[in-house]
């Protein structure tokens, strides 16, 4: 599957999530801020998206 678009601050609600693997897809823009106060997040890939 291939996510596209901005990714939600609601992304915050899967967490405690320790891997989260984006790669390869059509993100763009910035990252939510909500997604760094996810302190379980060991692995965050974002490889080959337009961020």
């Known amino acids: ?3 596209s678009g ?3 601050p ?3 609600k899967l967490f405690p999530m320790t891997i989260l ?3 390869g897809d059509q993100l ?3 990252l ?3 997604l760094g ?3 379980n ?3 965050l890939n974002l490889d080959d998206n337009n961020i």
């Open 21 to 23: 693997l984006l790669s």
């Open 28 to 30: 763009s823009e910035s």
């Open 32 to 34: 939510p801020d909500q």
């Open 41 to 43: 997040l060991e692995i």
């Open 37 to 39: 106060n996810c302190s």
């Open 10 to 12: 609601e992304l915050r």
């Open 1 to 3: 599957m291939e996510l």
């Open 6 to 8: 901005k990714l939600s």
